[in-house]
């Protein structure tokens, strides 16, 4: 079946510090991968997404790059904000008639200190 | 637009009780479905729906039923509440896949 495995965490930085959160992926075809962001009380919302192999999503500083070669979608963004703190979900939607379906990570609780 | 609204956004129940988790979307998606998110497990699929009239088995459906008689709404029904279906729980809407999928802000339920 379908699977995604993303870092654990709690991760926590400094403002202005680089961030990676890493997401590999298990899934026949050619599933489309996502990055869910939840700040804290509320829903998840989506941050960014990709469809097909070497596209690149990117949102509000953040980037992930569809790479299927290593099965990874890895959430990167150069310089992290107080604001950023939240929990960060990859998943993925896979092709094919079930295609609708989110299968998710656990989860990666980012913290950023000023 | 509201865009997908739940509720209650909080519910305490007894074991063995009953109760509706309600959903509504007003974006005119045929595709509505329900997650439920426990600590350290991620979100995991309930039910899912593609249209009116049309439901499925997510990958935990044991406990839950729901139905689909209208485009906009999507209730998720707790037959016998059990202490293990204590989670918080989102609605979800999209227009297909690889669409982006709206969610709902929750519903944390407790089973004493």
């Known amino acids: 079946g379908n699977s995604v495995t993303q870092m654990e965490g709690p991760v926590t930085l400094s403002e202005e510090a680089f961030l990676t959160i890493n997401c590999t992926y298990t899934?026949?075809?050619?599933?489309?991968l996502f990055w869910y962001v939840q700040y804290p009380g509320e829903g998840l919302q989506l941050l960014l997404k990709a469809t097909k192999a070497d596209d690149k999503g990117s949102n509000k500083g953040f980037e992930a790059t569809y790479r299927k070669e290593t099965t990874s979608f890895h959430l990167e963004k150069g310089s992290v904000q107080v604001s950023d703190s939240a929990v960060y979900f990859c998943a993925l939607s896979a092709s094919g008639g079930s295609n609708y379906k989110l299968t998710f990570g656990k989860g990666t609780l980012l913290t950023v200190n000023p | 637009n509201a865009g997908v609204t739940q509720t209650p956004k909080f519910q305490v129940l007894k074991t063995g009780q009953s109760m509706t988790l309600q959903c509504a979307q007003d974006?005119?998606?045929?595709?509505m479905s329900w997650y439920r998110q426990d600590p350290g497990m991620g979100l995991r699929l309930i039910h899912y729906?593609?249209?009116?009239?049309?439901?499925d088995q997510g990958e935990v459906p044991n406990g839950y039923n729901v139905s689909r008689s209208t485009t906009e709404d999507f209730p998720l029904r707790l037959l016998s509440a059990a202490p293990s279906q204590t989670s918080v729980y989102f609605c979800?809407?999209?227009?297909?896949?690889?669409?982006?999928?709206?969610f709902g802000p929750g519903t944390r339920l407790t089973v004493l």
């Open positions: 979800a809407s999209g227009a297909g896949a690889p669409d982006t999928q709206y």
């Open positions: 729906s593609v249209g009116a009239g049309i439901t």
């Open positions: 974006m005119n998606h045929e595709y």
């Open positions: 899934a026949t075809g050619y599933p489309s």
